[in-house]
């Protein structure tokens, strides 16, 4: 069946460090795979995607990984800021507009 | 532009009544998506548009549920009877065209049937 999943619930670091959640998929014919992070009380809000074509891809702060052998996905947060706090979802584009999610990861930054 | 706008923030009401979840998107945008997020499963799809046409429905749980776009700034949620396992808090998102996936969320309808 097709399952986006990730591997921790919850994630604590301190501020400044960097952060590093992670993300399994199992279709491995997904067109893409996108980042989003969601505050409380509010919508998603996207934040970085890639495409099954790439295996890096660097924005603002933020690197997506993508490692298609295992079916892998990570994104890296550098220099965590309090407004990092959030929690944080994998979504796997598949077909024409499809997008699955993963269950989500919280983000804690502890001062 | 307001971003993707959802009516109401907050409902609450009793099992067996009928509840409308209303959406209205980013001008100019062509899809139109319907999720719900519960802690246990997560954000599932249960519809989405084109062209205010259905696409996919294959997520919708069951005949409770019913969507529609009679226009291309307009969406309604139907919940017709409701019951308890529908409290959840359900999003409506826009995106510019059935390839671009940046889909822009609304701030979600919190619905609680008791």
């Known amino acids: 069946g097709e399952s986006v999943g990730l591997h921790l619930p919850t994630l604590s670091v301190q501020e400044g460090d960097n952060s590093i959640i992670n993300c399994a998929y199992s279709?491995?014919?997904?067109?893409?795979f996108i980042w989003y992070k969601q505050e409380s009380g509010k919508g998603p809000q996207f934040i970085i995607d890639i495409r099954s074509n790439m295996d890096k891809r660097q924005g603002q702060r933020v690197t997506v990984l993508l490692n298609k052998t295992v079916k892998h996905l990570s994104l890296q947060i550098a220099a965590t800021q309090p407004g990092d706090s959030a929690v944080y979802f994998c979504a796997e584009v598949q077909g024409a507009q499809k997008l699955v999610f993963g269950q989500g990861t919280r983000l804690t930054i502890n001062p | 532009d307001a971003g993707v706008i959802q009516s109401p923030r907050h409902e609450v009401t009793e099992m067996g009544q009928e509840v409308t979840l209303r959406c209205k998107p980013i001008s100019g945008h062509n899809s139109l998506f319907w999720y719900r997020q519960t802690m246990m499963r997560g954000l599932e799809l249960l519809i989405y548009f084109n062209n205010n046409v259905p696409i996919d429905d294959s997520g919708m749980p069951e005949d409770r549920f019913s969507a529609k776009m009679p226009n291309a700034s307009f969406s309604t949620l139907k919940i017709q009877p409701s019951e308890p396992r529908d409290s959840a808090v359900y999003f409506c998102a826009s995106s510019l065209t059935i390839k671009n996936t940046e889909a822009f969320f609304g701030q979600g309808t919190r619905l609680t049937v008791v």
């Open positions: 279709n491995s014919a997904s067109d893409y």
